[in-house]
């Protein structure tokens, strides 16, 4: 029978396996007795297998009960089956506890925490099977994490979360009660906690190396090697604790061409180069480099010769071909260390994926002998971009990129492990039955590496649709399990993702700063370190110890705060001492179900860690024992005393009340003065306004600082509504203040940008630049806070800056080729502003001083004289210059004195065209 155990309100599924079951009318029966005894129907499955939903059994409580069947009436079994009703599970009762659910967490790693079921009578659960669910989501709402949760099957679920990036979280926890479907919050969730990011950041300096893609990143000896992607060659990265230093070197020897999308892989502390595709031509390459540090620098090295070798495998309609040929040139393709043997997989040619991997024998020789392994079994399809690695013999390859039938680009997320037979023989499996945990989604363009001897390390990728990924995985080879452990946001990593790779077991990401176009961003991260200092047992047993401490000083704290008021009449002449008592009796009342829940999470912390014999706990326990009894005496005396201090109290309140509402008069008398202030007129100037800011900064921090004191005061004397409005309007002077400053800041950058251009010769002028800037400024202002719009501060800022648009065009037009001196003449009449616009030195500045915004038309009707008097110009020059060409023939007309004019029919053509 399965299951053995169940809630008392039953309708869980049971299977009763058992031997000559026929079909026919099936009951099951629960019960002892006959007055406790339930029947339900049931089904018929086969002659072995009866199916059932487990009976309610809340009349009459918990309890284990004999299970019987009845098949058409032909009486019950007589087997002994004994399943165990317990009672219904309480979130009200039920409580989490661990690393997962304290103020501080981390991003991007699992964090666990327990689930302890309790019952409705608060006992605990020694069973499983109850509906938990955990949903973690930022305060802001717009960012949620991933939860798993394990059923321990004894009461307790395992629950392990990660968030995706540094936030503020709530961490809700539910349980379906009564097996319904509406899920009540667990006891104290949700719970608050703040994820902060793992990563170390490294300071990073010297020739830093521009962004670019294909290009690959090595750990070499304690170094990072960045090649390929561009022209600059190879550069390095030393990596001293306390800054990470860029260099470019020129390794001796004979160097590799510049390349994209090459492999490397490292054989014998040297960085073994393949392919690629040539930068200068696009020819897809098939040449191998190895790299090495010396003691005099860094050294290039490559083999004099490669031997051709006979195919085995073609693409589908050739010929097999038995003459031997050169390996063949390729980029994206996949390269694995084998000992001193490097295996190439598959990758792209001429816009092709190849179908053949090869095999280099010895990849630093002098002569580089090159095979096609065989593959037999699961045979992969070609590809390009996929991640691969080995240890221990066994390759591991995943995902990357195929063509499917209808040609069109499909990303894997196959799992390919390939086994040596023999040394050009592979045995190939794909997505073995035996892999499990938590399996990557397909990708492409990820980084595999090895971990350690047995484990590959998996990061990173793009997916279909070119998102990046941001997360890690730990495979162990020997049982194909998979575990995930980092899972960052993609916005983290930008839309290009990083460059990674490991060093001294740390996950090392390179990568550019929002805007940059070079690789000025290094971090680092040992997420397995990470997540084992955050194992429940790890992190407890620090944190009970510290938990208890600050449980033990809070409530001496309050005990001896409560003792001062014994002494009534000293009570009341002692304001100090009355503060004391109210502070206390105000944190009491504050923490009280904190405190109870956190004690109850100690007793199950402690309850855990013995059980599991990490640590002893008896004098732990002890701590928490005593430390609970005093709680419960705070809890029993705070009652008492609140009522003997009352009437001071009330005294002490009056006075504090009066005093609350000095300061929101003065608050208030601020306030109103507030708007008056220079800082709000544009005539002040940024260079004066500033100051003024800074001014009213330190004021308004002074009066928060006596805000804060106040409301201390009224929280404790229970005069909360006391302080709104002195409250409030702090609030909004903060809003005026950043409002105003605002403005000036947008003021500030207008007016350098402005100056800038005023300065600019007027030869140099570049119109269109300065539009689109002005036109960028004005959305800035409109962007302003709505609330500033009416003051005198915006309106000057919004009329300089469109008025300065406004000019822009009116300069345009003046820079015409049209304008003569007649015309700018006519300019200095309307504006009554002389200037030289032939002088050298002549500024956008001397322009603007003639204020053009307020000459608009002016201008206008000046500029438009000027093109229709530079079109008249320019026909009455076409004329000129056709008939200065034109040549006059007179001839004696017979035997009179009269002659007649003849042109030639050349010139009567130019002449007829200019009528």
């Not at 339900?40 to 487990?54: G, L, P, Q, S």
């Not at 805000?707 to 409005?725: G, H, K, N, V, W």
Request: aromatic residues 8%.
């Amino acid at each position: 029978m399965s299951p053995q155990a169940g809630p008392v309100f039953g309708e869980k599924d049971m299977v009763i396996k058992g031997l000559r079951f026929k079909p026919g009318k099936v009951q099951v029966r629960f019960g002892n007795t006959e007055k406790n005894q339930v029947v339900v129907d049931a089904e018929y499955i086969d002659n072995e297998t009866i199916h059932c939903k487990t009976a309610n059994y809340e009349q009459f409580g918990p309890m284990p009960v004999d299970v019987k069947v009845s098949i058409n009436g032909e009486g019950w079994t007589v087997n002994k089956l004994v399943f165990n009703y317990f009672a219904n599970t309480a979130a009200r009762n039920s409580m989490a506890f661990g690393p997962g659910v304290l103020p501080k967490v981390i991003s991007g790693v699992e964090v666990p925490f327990h689930i302890q079921a309790r019952d409705t009578i608060n006992e605990r659960r020694t069973s499983g099977g109850d509906n938990f669910s955990v949903r973690i989501v930022s305060a802001d709402g717009l960012v949620t994490g991933d939860a798993r949760i394990t059923d321990l099957q004894d009461g307790r679920y395992e629950v392990h979360y990660s968030v995706p990036k540094a936030a503020s979280y709530l961490v809700h926890i539910s349980h379906a009660d009564l097996g319904g479907n509406e899920s009540v919050p667990l006891r104290g969730s949700p719970f608050k906690v703040h994820a902060t990011d793992p990563w170390t950041q490294h300071r990073v300096l010297g020739s830093i190396p521009g962004r670019r893609k294909g290009a690959t990143l090595s750990e070499l000896d304690g170094e990072l090697v960045l090649y390929g992607g561009d022209t600059c060659g190879l550069v390095v990265c030393s990596t001293s604790p306390g800054e990470w230093r860029w260099s470019s070197v020129t390794p001796s020897g004979p160097a590799p061409g510049d390349r994209i999308q090459h492999s490397v892989i490292i054989v014998q502390n040297q960085l073994v180069l393949f392919g690629g595709a040539s930068l200068s031509d696009g020819t897809e390459l098939a040449d191998m480099f190895w790299l090495k540090k010396t003691q005099g620098g860094w050294a290039w090295g490559c083999p004099k010769s490669h031997t051709p070798y006979v195919r085995h495998t073609v693409a589908p309609g050739q010929e097999p071909i038995d003459t031997p040929k050169p390996v063949t040139g390729r980029l994206a393709h996949t390269a694995v260390a084998l000992d001193q043997q490097m295996l190439v997989i598959y990758g792209e040619k001429s816009g092709s994926l190849l179908t053949e991997p090869c095999i280099v024998e010895s990849v630093i020789a002098q002569v580089a002998n090159w095979i096609e392994p065989i593959l037999r079994g699961d045979v992969p399809a070609p590809r390009k971009g996929a991640a691969a690695a080995a240890t221990g013999g066994t390759i591991i390859m995943l995902g990357g990129t195929t063509i499917n039938e209808s040609e069109q680009p499909v990303v894997l997320d196959e799992l390919v492990v390939f086994g040596m037979e023999s040394p050009n023989s592979l045995v190939c499996t794909i997505n073995p039955s035996s892999a499990s945990g938590s399996r990557p989604p397909a990708r492409t363009g990820a980084t595999m590496l090895e971990y350690s001897p047995g484990q590959l390390f998996l990061y990173g990728g793009f997916s279909a649709d070119g998102k990046p990924f941001n997360d890690a995985y730990l495979l162990d080879v020997t049982t194909l399990a998979w575990k995930r452990v980092y899972n960052g946001h993609p916005d983290l990593v930008g839309s290009q993702g990083a460059m990674a790779t490991l060093l001294d077991g740390k996950l090392v990401l390179i990568n550019s700063s929002a805007g940059s176009p070079k690789l000025d961003c290094a971090c680092s991260l040992d997420p397995i370190g990470l997540a084992a200092s955050y194992s429940f047992t790890t992190r407890m047993k620090t944190e009970v110890n510290t938990l208890l401490e600050n449980l033990e000083a809070w409530a001496d704290k309050q005990t001896i705060s409560m003792e001062l008021a014994q002494n009534l009449e000293k009570l009341g002449q002692n304001f100090d001492s009355l503060l004391k008592v109210m502070d206390a009796l105000y944190q009491v009342k504050l923490k009280k179900s904190e405190n109870d829940l956190l004690i109850e999470q100690l007793r199950e912390t402690l309850r855990t860690l013995a059980a599991d014999k990490i640590m002893p706990t008896t004098k732990l326990e002890k701590r928490l024992e005593d430390v609970a009894h005093k709680w419960d005496d705070i809890k029993k005396v705070q009652p008492q005393v609140k009522s003997n201090v009352e009437p001071i109290q009330a005294n002490q309140a009056d006075k504090i009340r009066e005093d609350i509402e000095a300061f929101t008069a003065r608050v208030l008398q601020y306030k109103a003065v507030f708007h008056t202030k220079l800082f709000y007129k544009h005539c002040t100037g940024a260079a004066a306004a500033y100051p003024l800011l800074d001014t009213a900064a330190s004021e308004l921090a002074k009066l928060r600082k006596e805000c804060i004191q106040f409301a201390e005061l009224a929280s404790i004397f229970e005069l909360t509504d006391a302080m709104a409005p002195a409250d409030a309007a702090i609030r909004e002077l903060y809003e005026d203040l950043v409002s105003v400053k605002d403005v000036w800041d947008c003021t500030m950058m207008c007016e350098v940008q402005f100056q800038a251009w005023r300065k600019t010769l007027w030869s140099n002028i570049s119109t269109e630049e300065m539009e689109e800037g002005a036109k960028n400024f004005v959305k800035e202002v409109k962007a302003l806070p709505k609330r500033i719009r009416d003051e005198d501060v915006f309106r000057g800022l919004d009329g300089m800056v469109k008025n300065f648009l406004v000019s822009v065009p009116l300069v345009a037009d003046l820079r015409s080729p049209a304008m003569r001196d007649r015309h700018w003449r006519l300019l200095m009449e309307a504006t009554q502003v002389s200037f030289n616009v032939q002088d050298p030195g002549f500024k956008l500045d001397d322009l603007l001083a003639l204020q053009l915004h307020k000459f608009e038309d002016e201008v206008g009707e000046i500029v438009d004289r000027a093109q229709k008097e530079e079109k008249m110009e320019l026909g009455l020059q076409k004329l000129e210059e056709s008939w200065t060409k034109v040549s006059f023939q007179f001839t004696r007309h017979k035997d009179t004195n009269v002659y007649t004019v003849k042109m030639a029919e050349e010139d009567f053509e130019v002449r007829w065209g200019n009528t």
